[in-house]
């Protein structure tokens, strides 16, 4: 009984799987970290799916279309149907075929890409009601104040006595205002030094800085929470300091963190932390690595990311 060429014949015809895009083991998204931003922004990873599409599209529509010129020869010579008789079926069910073949599909070419990636350089700036921080000189020259000022703040966030960093100050010379309340509880939780508080201080050069901690973290970790989370834990012997984005300075970014460090990503009002990838490509601000002339090892150990 001669066979009917029929959806279910050809369908019997395919390979259990079809690998249709392939990944050179030199390809990531190193130089990609733009449309991580972009993710990150978003909090969804669907701008990573598009750029796969956009990426791939063309080399799966290809090997979907070298399949489907096997699937015609099988038919026509190892199963004796005329020629135009298969070409003309397959031309009324091409949309069907080649959807049975992606479904077919194996390839791994997102997850390939987040394995190839290596760890990306990041910052997690801090803001607050009182705007920044200014340089060294020009914060010193009316003197230092903790209530009311991003100085008193960063104290705050690094867990620092203010009543010690008051007595260190005006051990050094310099002047101090207002109340710097002595809070003992914080005695031995500091998350770095005094000593290295005062160095990233004193040798702070350019206004509008931030304090920042540094890190670097997995794509693989990002892509896993959807690109959004609320929480990051930045690892003991990282380092932080002050930086400024949006002038391209900043101080020794040398303060040794003493523990791990967990932080919210969740503003309360104008005060909180926001996560950001040090993009030394961005046209919007300026990065670590552009400024400082580090590579990535200058970022230390991978963040942990909290859902």
Known sequence: MKEELTMEFVKSLMDESYTLAWVDCRDSFNDDYALIQKCLNEKSPESLWESIDGWHGDSEWE???EIMEELKEEC???HDFDEDMVETFFERHDDEIRNEIYARDDSTVLTDLI?????IPIRVEMFS???CI???WWESQDGYRYEGSYFGDMADALKLNPARVKRMLVEKGYTVHGRFPDRKHRDGKEQVSYGHFYQELVNSCCGANLLAYIGKVSLKDLYDTGFSFKEVIIPKGNYCGIF?????GGS??????KQDVRLSLEAKGCRGFRFRLDNERSRYECSIRHVYG?????FGGTVRIVP
């Open 63 to 65: 090997a979907a279309k």
């Open 76 to 78: 026509s010579l190892f």
């Open 115 to 119: 394995r190839h990636t290596d760890d």
């Open 129 to 131: 009601d009182n705007d």
């Open 134 to 136: 200014n340089s060294h």
């Open 244 to 248: 400024s984005p949006i002038y391209g």
């Open 252 to 257: 020794l970014l040398g303060m040794e963190l």
């Open 294 to 298: 580090v590579d990535d090892s200058f």
